[in-house]
T-cell receptor
Framework: GAVVSQHPSRVICKSGTSVKIECRSL??????MFWYRQFPKQSLMLMAT?????????EQGVEKDKFLINHASLTLSTLTVTSAHPEDSSFYIC???????????FGNGTRLTVT | RKEVEQDPGPFNVPEGATVAFNCTYS??????FFWYRQDCRKEPKLLMS???SGNEDGRFTAQLNRASQYISLLIRDSKLSDSATYLC??????????FGTGTQLKVEL
């Protein structure tokens, strides 16, 4: 089946630094990738949608200058958390789909801890 | 009202029991429905899609009631390995997915 790889799986960084998370589709071309965030005991919250070669669409309340998304190819999207703060500590998950098809395939997630 | 609502549980059931979860959604224009399973500190994995006529996959049965705007998941003969959080997922226009908060299931010996 379709596989989505996310890296790193876990990262600890200091407040004020930036962290980049990669999401790759390994055996299909991902025209659309989604980035979610999940706080403990809460549901996944969509942060942004990125289409290959175009700017990402951010959900209300998500700062686009803080969460930089790049979807430069059909197999790779990156999320950069800039100037991270402790409140950014969360589980970040990417997902991807091919051309207009559901359901989504999820990456294995990145647990970010900002100290 | 939340777009997708689920009873958070936990549902504690003995091995072999039958357990059912419901999920309600607020957007009557929703088009696609899914159940995902999420293990602790892991990514969600698709369990099954939910079709209008209802569908079954082994011990799992999913049903959709558009009139009442809810979907259900029935698990028969529960196994210890079924312990997880079950996420109700609804897709609306533009294929945007909305996740419920999940229902936690604990299957015990």
């Amino acid at each position: 089946g379709a596989v989505v790889s996310q890296h790193p799986s876990r990262v600890i960084c200091k407040s004020g630094t930036s962290v980049k998370i990669e999401c790759r589709s390994l055996d299909f071309q991902a025209t659309t990738m989604f980035w979610y965030r999940q706080f403990p005991k809460q549901s996944l919250m969509l942060m942004a949608t990125s289409n290959e070669g175009s700017k990402a669409t951010y959900e209300q309340g998500v700062e686009k200058d803080k969460f930089l998304i790049n979807h430069a190819s059909l197999t790779l999207s990156t999320l950069t958390v800039t100037s991270a703060h402790p409140e950014d500590s969360s589980f970040y998950i990417c997902s991807a789909r091919g051309r207009g098809l559901l359901p989504l395939h999820f990456g294995n997630g990145t647990r970010l801890t900002v100290t | 009202r939340k777009e997708v609502e689920q009873d958070p549980g936990p549902f504690n059931v003995p091995e072999g029991a039958t357990v059912a979860f419901n999920c309600t959604y607020s957007n009557s224009a929703s088009q696609s429905f899914f159940w995902y399973r999420q293990d602790c500190r892991k990514e969600p994995k698709l369990l099954m899609s939910v079709y209008s006529s209802g569908n079954e996959d082994g011990r799992f049965t999913a049903q959709l009631n558009r009139a009442s705007q809810y979907i259900s998941l029935l698990i028969r003969d529960s196994k210890l390995s079924d312990s997880a959080t079950y996420l109700c997922v609804v897709a609306g226009g533009g294929n945007k997915l909305t996740f419920g908060t999940g229902t936690q299931l604990k299957v015990e010996l």
